[in-house]
């Protein structure tokens, strides 16, 4: 297994996070001092595993960037694996292989709510301490969702910007993730509802999904483009959506014309705010909510906490954090980028 070692690196890392958790409200400012948290838990170092949907999002590239920095503070080890392919079954043998090998606690952003669950239910009882981040299962497959915004506030940020860029009236597209992505379901539900009680005159066309990949997330903005001539913008709410996007859109006759927001990294949609192809949109700091979920897995794993609602714990250089209802702990609120602000972020 791969380990990442403790490394000057994951201190700067740590130092990034804490530069950009200006937005990460309801954070109180914690001592930073979590000493005691590696000791307990048995002799042996915590060993995590970390599964992201897919590799090579850049997203998840900063999310386990924060929860490296976490590890190394805590003194647990941390490895990173996962499918090529956000399917809803491709995280499963990563799962089962996490289990086999002893791990002592899993960190997965689920591609699928409920096909995870035998597989995560036969972790939990070797022992594995099963944390979601990011993307959740349905709540009894695993002992705590680590949840960076609430879906209430995540929709309404999408739906304000796109509102404000189109002028409140006319059609509108959503370019999602995978189809069975518990997130963006769960946020475009919200939407959908927002849409219909605050925005009678702006029309949601169609939903298509670029399956958290580039190529057919480019490949559905075009055909978008093609179907619906008087489109007037899209909503990505993935990071990979947007980017690829905001790259068809930003050589195309639609730039400046066809509006895209959605929820993106300020290092992947920098040039395309500078060129003109974006005015603005949403995110939160993804190394803090790899940060906070690390350091919510190792409580778990020492006992400090069960999962139960009103349980506390300590973040690190975040701060204390408590379980909510359903076993969810929030990291804070949306942050909008434009070209006012982008410049600040290196994410
Ligand atoms: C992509 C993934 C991830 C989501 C972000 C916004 O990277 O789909 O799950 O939270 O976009």
């Known amino acids: 297994m791969f380990e990442f070692k403790r490394t000057r690196r994951a201190g700067v890392i740590a130092a990034l996070a804490v530069g950009v958790t200006l937005f990460a409200a309801g954070c109180s400012g914690g001592s930073g001092d979590s000493g005691s948290s590696g000791d307990a838990g048995g002799d042996e170092a915590l060993s995590i595993t970390m599964l992201p949907k897919n590799l090579g999002n850049a997203y998840f590239d900063t999310s386990t960037k ?13 490895e990173e694996v996962g499918p090529s392919e956000a399917s809803p079954t491709s995280q499963v043998q990563y799962i089962q292989t996490a289990a086999q090998q002893g791990a002592g606690a899993l960190i ?9 669950c035998d597989a995560l239910g036969e972790a939990s009882d070797a022992g594995v301490k099963v944390v979601t981040f990011d993307s959740d299962t349905n709540p009894d497959c695993r002992d705590l969702f680590i949840n960076q915004a609430t879906a209430e506030g995540i929709a309404k940020i999408q739906v304000d910007l796109i509102a404000e860029q189109i002028g409140d009236a006319g059609q509108i597209a959503v370019l999602s993730a995978s189809a069975n992505a518990t997130n963006q379901n769960a946020w475009i539900e919200t939407m959908k509802e927002l849409l219909a009680a605050d925005h009678p005159n702006i029309e949601l066309v169609e939903v298509v999904y670029g399956d958290d990949d580039d190529q057919t997330s480019f490949d559905k903005t075009a055909a978008l483009l093609q179907t619906y001539p008087e489109l007037k913008g899209i909503v990505s709410p993935t990071t990979v959506g947007i980017s690829a996007a905001a790259r068809y859109l930003s050589t195309s006759e639609y730039k400046g014309k066809v509006a895209l927001t959605g929820l993106g990294t300020p290092n992947q949609m920098r040039e395309y705010v500078e060129d003109g192809t974006v005015t603005a949109f949403a995110l939160w700091n993804p190394a803090d909510l790899g940060y906070l ?21 300590d973040a690190g250089t975040l701060g204390s954090y408590e379980v909510g209802a359903d076993g969810v702990v929030l990291l804070g609120d949306p942050y909008v980028f434009d070209a006012d602000n982008i410049g600040d972020f290196d994410f």
């Not at 924060?66 to 941390?78: N, Y």
């Not at 350091?295 to 506390?312: K, Q, R, V």
């Open 66 to 78: 924060g929860a490296t920095a976490a590890a190394d503070e805590i003194g647990a080890t941390l």
């Open 108 to 116: 997965v952003s689920a591609n699928d709510p409920e096909a995870l």
């Open 293 to 313: 979920a690390t350091f919510a897995a190792a409580a778990l794993y020492n006992g400090d906490i069960t999962g139960a609602e009103g349980d506390t714990f």
